[in-house]
């Protein structure tokens, strides 16, 4: 296992950090990792990065240390449970994955349409882990979007529930 990052962005949801924090304890009990907390300035916990929604993403990220780098919304605390999962399909010496995403496509009738959603929106809904390469690439050419890591050649492996 490598060493995991878990990018937790709290704008406007102060209260349901603590919720968050021990859910994500919990769920992630046997691994080793640390938490970039990415919000206002109203965030009173170790390891902030106070930045605006709209840097958000690229402030946590350039904030991480890890080899593999989950990049979450707070409110997707019910989402918790597969990210051990989505570690395993990155995580494995005989996989060429770069970035393993969410989509939900239960109970979605407009599931296999793709739609352009902006960077906010799909952290609000979805979440990704992205290996380092990916991340420094984000990093680099300061853009992300899924259809960015394809362009640019990374494998995305998608986790569909």
């Not at 296992?1 to 962005?9: F, P």
């Not at 206002?40 to 890890?66: C, H, M, P, Q």
């Not at 051990?84 to 970035?99: H, K, Q, S, W």
């Amino acid at each position: 296992m490598q060493n995991l990052s878990i990018v937790v962005r709290c704008f406007n949801r102060r209260n349901m950090v603590d919720d968050f924090l021990l859910n994500l304890r919990e769920t992630l009990r046997n691994y080793e990792y640390e938490v970039v907390l990415v919000g206002g300035g109203d965030l009173d916990y170790e390891n902030v990065v106070v930045t605006t929604e709209k840097d958000a993403i690229f402030d946590g990220l350039r904030n991480a240390s890890g080899d593999l780098v989950c990049f979450i919304d707070v409110n997707l605390i019910d989402s918790l449970r597969f990210i051990p999962t989505m570690i395993g399909l990155i995580d494995e010496v005989d996989r060429d994955f770069d970035a393993a995403m969410t989509r939900k496509v239960k109970g979605n009738r407009f599931a296999g349409l793709k739609s352009k959603v902006s960077h906010k929106d799909f952290f609000e809904n979805e979440f990704c882990l992205l290996k380092r390469n990916a991340v420094d690439a984000i990093l680099s050419e300061n853009a992300f979007s899924p259809d960015f890591l394809e362009r640019e050649g990374f494998r995305i492996a998608w986790y569909e529930y």
